[in-house]
């Protein structure tokens, strides 16, 4: 079966422009999470969606947003982009039962780089 | 933070020798997990243990876990050069929504 796909894996940006990431999860996996991988602070939890619907956001401000389709597909948008948003941006699909053990599968990863 | 801790931050060993990383989390859990990643790319499941488990084996892998302390361990044995990568646990609390992940261990075995 067909692992996480994240698009696109490479991008260049300016200060002050915007992105827009994609994720699309394993097959029958519902539930998505993005997190930010930086040198400094490691993997940082930003938000999660189950059926559409966002259960959980972390410690990001409002720039960074996101959203689920009834597909399950996922996008992420970071606006008024800052130097410090440069990282590897990692999505990671689940089937998100909260009864279950909820193992991530991971993408390769979106690398963001700002100028 | 959002994040545990781990130790050490980096590890270098020779191959044959065993690894041991350790995590602290602040939570209240439903289980902890392991993954590792291998430079920069995404990261690969290794082994789960529930919050009612205290040892878990797989493979040359052996997990424990101390809920009343909020740590854990991974114990790498016979390590060889295709182990280099970083390992990080990962905390899945009991709410069940959120998994959040430790610094990481770098680990480099030396051929």
């Known amino acids: 079966k067909a692992g996480v796909t994240q698009t696109p894996r490479y991008l260049i940006k300016t200060r002050g422009q915007q992105v827009t990431l994609s994720c699309s999860p394993i097959s029958g996996h519902r539930s998505v999470s993005w997190y930010q991988q930086t040198p400094g602070q490691g993997l940082q939890f930003l938000f999660e969606y189950f059926s559409e619907t966002q259960r959980n956001k972390g410690n990001f401000p409002g720039r960074f947003s996101g959203r689920q389709f009834s597909n399950s597909r996922s996008e992420m948008n970071v606006s008024t982009l800052e130097l410090g948003d440069s990282a590897l941006y990692l999505c990671?699909?689940?089937?998100?039962?909260?009864?279950?053990?909820?193992?991530?599968?991971f993408g390769a990863g979106s690398r963001l780089t700002v100028l | 933070s959002q994040q545990g801790e781990e130790d050490p931050q980096a590890l270098s060993i020779q191959e044959g020798e065993n690894a041991t990383m350790n995590c602290s989390y602040k939570?209240?859990?439903?289980?902890l997990q392991w993954y590792r990643q291998n430079s920069g790319r995404g990261l690969v499941h290794l082994i789960l243990?529930?919050?009612?488990?205290r040892e878990k084996h797989s493979g040359r892998l052996r997990v424990t876990l101390d809920t009343s302390k909020k740590s854990s361990s991974l114990l790498i044995t016979a390590s060889r050069a295709a182990d280099t990568a970083s390992y990080f646990c990962a905390s899945l609390n009991t709410g069940g929504f959120k998994t959040i992940f430790g610094a990481g261990t770098r680990l480099f075995v030396k051929a």
């Open positions: 990671a699909s689940s089937n998100g039962q909260t009864s279950g053990a909820n193992v991530l599968t």
């Open positions: 243990i529930r919050s009612n488990e």
């Open positions: 939570t209240s859990i439903n289980n």
